[in-house]
């Protein structure tokens, strides 16, 4: 049996959350907020069975502990914090059981409404970037493989209305966009309680790509974005997608921007000398295996660009990527 959690806001609000196993190792926090008017689903889960199954079993679970009617077909609205797969994915699954509106951020609203052409622009891009990090192309295509796990299944679904910062929503919540971890990310806060979706978590720092794979992604934004909500007064507790709740929103702000922090100062460090991508990311997180390999690479990625945009870095073979159509840059510290 699932157990969920309530939590009541300032005004009263109820918020409920249980989680679902999205994939292997990866568990999702599922959010209903209940403003005695209207009943908002945030974030679905991955769409694979068993988080399909978990997501029926929470709403059980929630009736049976809180002892509140629900069902996921009593669900008013469905807001999606953020276009990565493990919190849309279980949209064509939700749809057979409501046919409640679905708001996303602009910046995402394709990924679930044109998610197949999406997904090749996406592929092509994250080719090119492993082509110029210095990947073999027999480690790219693996690499590829992994990639596109996960991204074939789901089915596009239109998007009934967006999600912008400062305009009205349901259920008195505020919006507000936090680029960076995702192009379209946002938190969503109701009354004293911020749910921080992706872009805070309590144990991890939120993953990070670069902007040359996804337009609005990167560590610039993410880190003005950290900014923005350490300046949102009153947050009495902060609701993760993932892991568990946190009661001190803005000292963990401070610890995840140290820890950038920490991590671009390593990158100058190796960068002493001229490094591929692929060299730097295999020297920050060691020798990782399937996705975590792509994950490390686009982390670095982020590091890397960060400092490459404002001249902390520079090339260090220009005449060969001058040369080259599809040259491996060696980045040296500037
Ligand atoms: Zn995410
Ligand atoms: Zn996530």
Redesign the pocket.
């Known amino acids: 049996m699932k157990t969920a959690q309530k939590f009541t806001t300032s005004a009263g609000r109820e918020i409920y959350t249980f989680p679902v196993q999205s994939f292997p190792g990866l568990v999702n926090n599922i959010y209903i907020i209940n403003d005695g008017d209207q009943l908002i689903l945030v974030d679905c889960g991955s769409g694979f069975a068993q988080a399909n199954d978990e997501l029926v079993e929470g709403f059980t679970a929630v009736a049976e502990q809180f002892h509140i009617p629900i069902s996921l077909s009593d669900i008013d609205r469905i807001l999606i ?2 276009g ?1 797969i ?2 849309f994915g279980g949209l064509p699954f939700v749809r057979q059981f409501t046919d409640a509106p679905i708001g996303v951020h602009i910046l995402d609203r394709r990924v679930l409404s044109n998610h197949e052409e999406r997904a090749i622009f996406a592929a092509l891009r994250v080719g090119l970037f492993l082509e110029g990090a210095g990947v073999s192309p027999k480690k790219r295509q693996e690499l590829m493989q992994v990639y596109l796990f996960g991204k074939q299944y789901y089915q596009s679904l239109p998007v009934q209305f967006l999600l912008e910062e400062g305009q009205p929503t349901v259920g008195g919540i505020q919006v507000y966009h936090v680029p960076g ?2 192009p379209g ?1 946002v938190c969503l806060q109701v009354d004293d309680v911020l749910l921080t ?2 872009h805070i978590l309590s144990r991890i720092t ?2 990070q790509a670069p902007e040359s794979i996804t337009n609005n992604m990167g560590l610039g934004h993410y880190l003005a974005s950290l900014d923005k909500i350490a300046g949102v007064a009153g947050i009495r507790l902060a609701l993760g ?1 993932h892991e568990e709740p946190m009661e001190d929103v803005y000292g963990r702000i401070q610890v995840i921007k140290q820890a950038h922090d920490d991590r671009l100062n390593k990158v100058l460090e190796i960068c002493q000398s001229p490094q591929s991508l692929a060299d730097i990311s295999k020297r920050l997180f060691g020798s990782v295996k399937s996705y975590h390999v792509l994950l490390a690479l686009e982390e670095t990625g982020a590091h890397v660009e960060y400092l490459y945009q404002r001249g902390e870095l520079v090339a260090a073979n220009l005449a060969e990527i001058e040369q080259s159509g599809h040259p491996v840059v060696q980045f040296v510290k500037g």
């Open positions: 914090t953020h990565h493990d919190h971890h995702c990310q979706a992706d939120p993953h997608g």
